[in-house]
């Protein structure tokens, strides 16, 4: 059970660089999309989590904005 939630707190915050946003999309240089929502998939022992819904986070008003793209 400890590693399950060790496992959850380590995948809450995955960041994508801005270079792998989609096409239409251009991000400001203190704004990076954040996984705001993700699901299980596969049986028991062999699960994934994907992302089920994106949020753009803005660090503009951040004193270290590198350390809030990388989601700490």
């Not at 496992?7 to 991000?27: A, D, H, R």
């Not at 993700?38 to 994907?50: E, I, Q």
Request: overall charge positive; some cysteine; proline content about 3%.
């Amino acid at each position: 059970m400890k590693i399950l939630i060790l496992l959850l707190m380590t995948i809450v915050v995955v960041v994508v660089p801005s270079s792998t946003v989609g096409q239409n999309e251009k991000l400001k240089p203190s704004e990076v999309k954040v996984c705001a929502r993700w699901m299980w998939t596969g049986d028991v022992f062999d699960r994934k989590v994907y992302c089920v819904e994106w949020v753009i986070k803005d660090c503009s008003n951040r004193l270290y904005v590198d350390i809030c793209k990388h989601g700490n």
